[in-house]
């Protein structure tokens, strides 16, 4: 079955970096788009960054330039780079698949910048 676990997540000061990563298991990883999302509390799941089987990344607008999407399909693992991070990032992170119509979710990493 399809799994998805993310790590990576912890406290981290203003303007500090956190590399995510997300190891999934259970389909072809390199023929399929993955993504991150975060969610914090009281706000809706929002897509962060995505990343086709070949490489193509595409950001949120409010990630760019800060946060680095990458993937290594020979480890099956998908990774999320952030510097400069600033306290309305803090949120949890999930790692997600879409296949035949469904979307599979990790169990998500928390990441919270404080000072």
């Known amino acids: 079955q399809v799994q998805l676990v993310e790590s990576g997540g912890g406290l981290v000061q203003p303007g500090g970096s956190l590399k995510l990563s997300c190891v999934a298991s259970?389909?072809?990883?390199?023929?399929?788009?993955m993504r991150w999302f975060r969610q914090a509390p009281g706000k809706e799941r929002e897509l962060v960054a995505e990343?086709?089987?070949?490489?193509?990344?595409n950001y949120a607008d409010s990630m760019k330039g800060r946060f680095t999407i990458s993937r290594d399909n020979a480890k099956n693992t998908v990774y999320l780079q952030m510097n400069n991070l600033k306290p309305e990032d803090t949120a949890n992170y999930y790692c997600?698949?879409?296949?035949?119509?469904?979307?599979?979710w990790g169990q998500g990493t928390q990441v919270t910048i404080s000072s």
């Open positions: 259970g389909f072809t990883f390199s023929n399929y788009f």
């Open positions: 997600s698949v879409r296949i035949l119509y469904r979307n599979y």
């Open positions: 990343i086709s089987g070949g490489g193509d990344a």
